[in-house]
Structure formats: C-alpha cells, structure tokens
C-alpha cells in the first residue's frame, strides 16, 4: 500500500524510520510475516496512512514462541550472569536515551499525544524504568528459613524466572508499556514474545533494533506485529509460554485468561478503570482545579486511570466545576508534532466512533456538558475536551470507561467519610483514585477507605519506575513496577537438605 506524505516536522531520523520497510524481530532477526501480509498504520490527526508492518498470525507466533523457548533453554541467555543482564538493560536505557527526539516523534505521529508530553514523559520514563529493573538483576534473592522439625535441616528458597513470557501492551503508551513489560522480565531472566498494539507500532519496532544493538542474545526478545484475533490470541494460547501478561481492557483481559487456561500459564492483568477524583470543601482549590482537570484530559482522556468521575463537595461545586469547564475550553487541541499543542487526537477512528458515542449517549440521558461535547475539526480523530454534569450512578457514561477526554462531574454533600467511600467505590473497577483536601487525617482515611490499587492525595498521574501499580476488583492481577513487578516473573522453589 502507497503511504501519505510524511509530516514535514518530523526531523530526518524519524521520518526515515516511519518510511522504511518495516520488519517483526524474530530469533534474532528482522523478518517479514510468513504470509507477506502488511496492514496500515494511520497518523491519527489526519486518518492517513503512514506506513505498513507485517500482520504476524498464528505461525509467526510460533516462529517467535520456539525462539524465546530456545533461548530460555539452551541459549547464552540463562548462562549470563545477574550482572551481565543487568549492564544490557542499562545499554538499552542508553540508546533510548540517546535518540529521545526520534522516539518522542515517532510516539506523536503513530499515537496521536504531543510530542512536548513524549519528549518530557513518555520516553524519560521508558528509560528510568529500564534503568531501575537493570539494578534489580543482582537483588533478585531467595532467603533461608528455620523450620520446626525434631532432627536437622538447611531450608532457604530460590527464586527463578518463570520462563517463556507473551507481553501483549495496548496503544495509549505504546513505549512506555513496553518499557514496563520487558524491563522487568528481563531483569528476572525470562525470554519474550512481545505484541505490539496494531494501533502503534513504530516506537516497539524501533526499539526492537536498539534491542539488538544493545548486544541481547537472539530469541531473548523478540517483536511481532499483529492483531489481537491473529497473533494476540494464539499467543496467549501457547503451550510452551509460561506467563502471559496483557495491559488493555477489561473486556480482552477476560478473553486471555480463558485463552491461558490450556496450559495453566501464568497471567497478569493491568485492565481498565472508572477513578474517581474526590474534592472535598477544604482543598487547595487552586490546585484541585488543575489538578482534576488534568487528571481527566492528560493524554486525550486515553490513561487506564484518569480522573473520569469528578466528585466536587456542594460548598465548592460551582467554582471547581467551573474552573475545570475553564480549562477544558482553553486547551488547544490539535497535531500532536505542533509544539503549541496541549491535547492531541484520540488514537484511532474506532476509539473516535467509541467516546463521540458516548459523549451522545450522556446527553441523551439527561446529562448536561458544561464544556466541549463535540468533535473538534473536520479532519483526524479530535474531540473537544468535555464536562458533563447532571450525571447520575445509572448513566452509562457514568459506569463504563469511556477512555477519552469526558469527565462526569457529580455533587456531593455528605461529610461521613463511609459514605463518600462507598461512592468512590460504586465500580466494577478499582485500578487508581485521588482526594483533594488539607486535613490529612480526612486524605489519609479515604486511601483507606477507597478500593484500588493506587491513592493520590492532592494529586494524580504520578508514576514512578520504583511505584508498585495495578488494580483492585474488575481492574485486574499483579502489579507492574517498583519490586512487586518482580513477582509476576518469577518462581520460588523451596530447597530443603537433611543435615
């Protein structure tokens, strides 16, 4: 397929990248699909073509599942050293580093966010992570336990890698999620198929190359391309994976834990959200204003934990109701590669369709928008930074994610913190939450109180590579970073020896 012209912003390194013939990494090598299928990858801000990748299927996940399986088994990589692990990790964290630009323009043209949001977050944190889980190679340890037996015995444990890892990432960080999944199943010693959204693409081929000139064994890692049905299916499938580990919706995450039950692989799940973000009569308003507002539109609305419900004390309503609606009006919307843009497009014309539908099915329900509610422009994939009001518990747009720039403001007048709670907690979700207030005995209550796996008081969206996140309830299993990533890839063996 012939591609649109390339956005003459981008400077020559990506726009070389973006034109030129794009292989999966597979044992090793850069290959095409077995088939010599391709489909297209779109610049959501114009809904043109800008390049094709191969369509992996169930074959080239073969291809790619005996690869990692051999290197897992028989290749250099279960006879390096922690160490040795570890300085590649760093090498990695090096390159990125070293072509930052590039990446964070590839992130804007493929996802849609501004290349500003890239160049400061995105991708700095792909390479703190893969820094962090660098220095974790050495520390990954077992410990040795007394055990009440009549006669003598050494007993400690061991902690091994689980083996064979399918990574299956989504397309709202498409580097930063794959930084997140790889760095610490690497660190642990386990090999990797990874899938790449078909949505975004070009940041994870990208790193695929750095991946080999980083020095990483043939088969340590290994990238495909593909959709969810033709590669992400059978690769949750595989028998000889041991480990799947998808970051999505709640939806697909069901679909791959049925999909896993073959072998009893293990899984972990980083799923969907509906946080709530509480301001209470007493908070910095200031800050709570822009604070929720960009909790709710960082990233187009397109994070797993944004602030979609914004729950406001009656005392204050009106001023931080309006406050957010203020902002909300004032974001320029537009090209993620424009340097004055502060909110890109959604990703994709299926994601537009989704959350245009739900800001209608919102106001069809009686809600009311205090600010956007439309389409943004006649060309790509913009919609207006929106603020319902009038939401009730039952509205679907109050219930479902969204995953996009709507916010549902609701009032509350209760000081029985109980039942704020109980509010908070109304979901099938529980991944993330933020309190706004100075009395930290009323902050600290609440992280109590609420039900996820994240609590930011006067805060949100802060992450860090040493933070533990994931979910609660329908949010999903296991935790991505900090030291309790490390447990998603690893075994414990327990070593007991008759003295």
């Given amino acids: 397929m012939a591609t649109a012209s390339i956005d003459t912003r981008l400077n020559e390194k990506a726009a070389d990248f973006v034109t030129h013939k794009h292989r999966m990494l597979i044992g090793g090598k850069f290959v095409n699909a077995a088939s010599g299928k391709t489909f297209s990858v779109y610049d959501p801000a114009t809904g043109e073509v800008i390049a094709n990748v191969p369509e992996a299927e169930a074959v080239d996940v073969n291809a790619a599942v005996h690869a990692a399986r051999k290197a897992f088994d028989e290749g250099a990589w279960p006879r390096m050293t922690a160490s040795q692990r570890g300085r590649l990790l760093w090498k990695l964290a090096d390159l990125l580093e070293a072509n930052l630009e590039e990446f964070a323009q590839l992130e804007s043209i493929d996802n849609g966010k501004p290349v500003a949001v890239a160049r400061a977050a995105d991708v700095p944190l792909a390479v703190d992570l893969f820094r962090y889980m660098a220095g974790w190679t050495t520390k990954i340890t077992g410990s040795t336990i007394p055990i009440s037996m009549p006669t003598e015995y050494l007993s400690y444990t061991l902690r091994e890698p689980v083996g064979v ?20 199943a690497l660190a642990t010693g386990c090999t ?19 991946i080999n000139e980083a020095g990483f064994p043939e088969g340590v890692v290994n990238v495909l391309t593909g959709f969810g049905e033709g590669a992400g299916a059978p690769l949750a499938a595989h028998d000889l994976v041991d480990k799947v580990a998808f970051t999505g919706s709640t939806e697909v995450g069901k679909l791959i834990l049925k999909a896993a039950a073959g072998n009893l692989k293990k899984v972990t799940l980083e799923l969907g959200g509906k946080s709530p973000s509480i301001v209470f009569p007493d908070a910095d308003l200031k800050r709570a204003i822009s604070g929720t507002a960009s909790a709710i539109f960082f990233n187009q609305g397109q994070c797993c934990c944004a ?10 309503f009106d ?39 739900y800001i209608e099915s919102g106001l069809k329900e009686g809600a009311k928008a205090a600010a956007g509610g439309k389409r943004a422009g006649d060309r790509g994939y913009f919609v207006q930074p929106t603020v319902l009001v009038g939401t009730t518990p039952e509205m679907q747009v109050v219930r479902e994610e969204i995953f996009g720039p709507v916010v549902c403001a609701q009032r509350f007048s209760d000081e029985d913190l109980d039942k704020i709670a109980r509010q908070a907690n109304d979901t099938i979700y529980g991944l993330a939450a933020s309190v706004w207030t100075s009395n930290l005995s009323v902050a600290h209550k609440m992280a109590w109180r609420i039900k996820s796996g994240t609590v930011w008081i006067n805060c949100h969206n802060v992450f860090d590579a040493a933070l533990p996140f994931g979910g609660f309830k329908q949010s999903g299993w296991g935790r991505e970073m900090g030291a309790e990533v490390l447990n998603n890839y690893t075994e414990v063996k327990a070593v007991t020896t008759a003295l």
């Fill in 165 to 184: 890892v399918g990574q299956i990432i989504p397309w709202n960080f498409p580097l930063l999620m794959a930084a997140w999944k790889l760095g610490p």
């Fill in 192 to 210: 990797v198929v990874l899938k790449l959204a078909e949505q975004t693409p070009l940041t994870g081929l990208r790193l695929a190359e750095l």
């Fill in 319 to 357: 001023e931080v109701l309006g406050g957010v609606s203020a902002i909300a009006g004032k974001i320029r919307v537009g090209s993620g590669l424009d340097p004055q843009t502060q909110m890109g497009p959604l990703v994709s014309d299926e994601q537009f369709r989704r959350v245009t539908g």
């Fill in 307 to 316: 602030g979609s419900r914004l729950f406001i004390h009656e005392k204050v």
